[in-house]
């Protein structure tokens, strides 16, 4: 079998979210046996002079990279500058499964679905995204963030709709996800709408970690944040929380990974309420990530709404003890609860870490954590469950549209 990848968004010009998807999926398909190949952009700013298609070749993994501006909607300028080159090289890999992105693969799917079968996986909800741009706009969101997701809602909305549509498959990251989707879209596609957790490449994570041996000791005293510093991702409750563990914890640390449309204004308010606690890192590369997270205890991520984060599921991987609010995603990653820490609010955030803290937990908190995500969130049970998906897939393709496709 030959799984072709599509995404405009890879490493190693990303960190985190879809791209680091597709990474922990293509690789461990790959050692399984499976040809896979990734096609996915590659914004001109890192390289202005690169205008043509780029191949290479990691760790079994095929990657070519079709050049795009690097401006939004990012998503959309990756195929439609791209349309006829994607559709002729899948046409002479002979793939036997396209597999997309939701977001990334209408309009593009027009030209693919005579040639393969499409499976597409979905990362968010549109009509949650546009819910919480609207009630950020009087809560300090950015007017950004405001644009994309509420004014750009009905081109989001159309787009998933029409993967959806178009997919031989469909899969969605989380159970919460894809009820989401089921009530926005439509319940008729509930049969062909299947759920499978994000996993985690664990053998290379592990690998990384240890790269740093005994140099950095693993600490009870830093919490860690790494996201996009937007409204959606909690920022002023990072804030709060500092805020309120300089009270109460003054010995305990926040370190912030990212950066964003917020950055400036968190930082004012840092400074504003002298917040001695929460350090501001930036844009970092994954291998400085990778060490703070080794001198972190908690991995912090207060937001308003995600479906499946990879994040989360890395740190808990590496032993980390995930700190959420109390949401259906964070109930659904942490069996409600059970393998990490659920708030109400910031001061609750705070009340509960010092628990854990001061009842000497931590460290079986952690055990408990690791195992239980290296055995759920292993990427080989990932791709057990997409092999499943793309014989579907296959079976039931012929390369002659049916009505609803059409």
Known sequence: MHVVFLTHDYPPFTFGGVGTFVENLARPLSEAGIRTTVLCGYPMQFKPSYR???????????????????????????????FSKLRDTIRKMQADVVHGQGGSTFPAILALRTLAPAVVTFHDSPKSEETLALRSLTRGGSLSDFLTYALGYPLWSSTFRM??????VAVAVSKALRSDLLTEMGK????????????????????????????????????????????????????????SLQRKRPNLKLLVHGTGPLLRTITDDIERLGLRNMEIKGFTSPRTLIE????????????????????????????????????????????????????????????KIGSVIDTGRVESLQKRIREYSLENYNAKKMVHDYLTVYEKASTSFSGTLTAEEK
């Open 188 to 243: 008729q596609y509930s049969e062909k709408l299947y759920t499978i957790h994000n996993g985690v490449d664990t053998d290379r994570l592990i690998a990384r970690y240890q790269q740093f041996g005994s140099t950095i000791e693993e600490r009870g005293d830093t919490i860690l944040f790494a996201g996009r510093l937007f409204w959606r991702k909690g920022i002023y409750d990072l804030v709060r929380i500092a805020e």
């Open 52 to 82: 043509q298609a780029s191949a290479e070749r990691n760790e079994a993994v095929d990657i070519i990279r079709f050049p795009y501006p690097n401006l939004p909607p990012r998503h959309l300028f990756f195929q439609l500058l791209n």
């Open 163 to 168: 993967e959806l549509r178009l997919s031989k």
């Open 292 to 351: 703070n997270m080794k001198r972190s205890s908690f991995i912090l991520l207060p937001s308003a709404y995600e479906a499946y984060p990879m994040i989360i599921l890395e740190a808990m991987c590496l032993g980390k003890i995930p700190v959420m609010y109390d949401l259906p995603f964070a109930r659904e990653i942490t069996d409600n609860g059970r393998y990490g820490i659920l708030a109400t609010d910031a001061d609750d955030v705070v009340k």
